[in-house]
């Protein structure tokens, strides 16, 4: 893990991706939506154990996006699944262009390869975008945000593995933040 900067923030805002009657990437019964916010009561216990601040945005981001400018001093980890029809493998993280990744994101892109390995995109494990809502308004407000998507929902593997698995992998995403892997645990 490399050292990040997060005790210059108050904490880290995480964002679930969709919600609010938009479910996302479906496939069979399951929607992004649902099976994203599984992890958040993990990713609250792990804030409190490593002593991270932690909050969770109530809504759908995506509707409600000029809320970023509440949160400007806060680190936004926006969190989604991959769609596709034809699932790939493995997960990255999304900045916009206008960036270079931080510690934060290479160690996100370090237990999204842990986890369920790479894909590719503007290099391995990250992508580079100008196209989206949310990403380009915390650009413009100079947000710390990137937006992370773990797996292919339709993946079955990962499916099963990501629901056998969600309190470590909320672990690994707080300490990915925090940048210490020692459990500072304060309860
Ligand atoms: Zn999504």
Redesign the pocket.
Known sequence: MLVTNYQQYKGVLFVF??GEGDP??VYQKET?AEM?RRLKPHLIKWGKTLAVPVTCYPRNLYYHANDLKEYQDWIVVEL????ARIPGKGGHVIIHQWFKPDAIDKNLITVIDQHFSLVTRTSKGLSCRKDLKNCNIAAQYGINYRLV?LFFLADKQDRMYYLNHLDDIAKTIVQAISGQKDCRCVD
Do not use: R, S, V
Request: charged share 25%.
């Open positions: 991706g969709h996302g990437c992004e994203i989604h699944l991959d769609a998507e």
